[in-house]
């Protein structure tokens, strides 16, 4: 049984990391470094801590995007 709790921890979190590599695609960034990216997401969590409003100006991009998936 807990081999089973293990291996489904494992597939969830596999799969996790497989959509956040997605929002890398998306983005357009697929190509780019990988100590870019980890230095952008690294300056962008300290822009957004305790920034209500760059939160929600960021995350509008963000779903505006992904409705425009149809097109």
């Given at each position: 049984m807990?081999?089973?709790?293990?291996?489904?921890?494992?597939?969830?979190?596999?799969?996790?990391k497989i959509e956040l590599g997605g929002l890398i695609v998306k983005a357009g960034l697929r190509y780019e470094k990988r100590a870019l990216l980890?230095?952008?997401l690294i300056d962008l969590a300290r822009r957004i801590k305790g920034d209500d409003g760059?939160?929600?100006r960021l995350t509008g991009l963000g779903v505006e995007d992904f409705g425009n998936d149809d097109q």
């Amino acid at each position: 049984m807990s081999r089973t709790l293990t291996s489904d921890a494992r597939k969830k979190d596999t799969r996790e990391k497989i959509e956040l590599g997605g929002l890398i695609v998306k983005a357009g960034l697929r190509y780019e470094k990988r100590a870019l990216l980890l230095g952008a997401l690294i300056d962008l969590a300290r822009r957004i801590k305790g920034d209500d409003g760059e939160r929600s100006r960021l995350t509008g991009l963000g779903v505006e995007d992904f409705g425009n998936d149809d097109q």
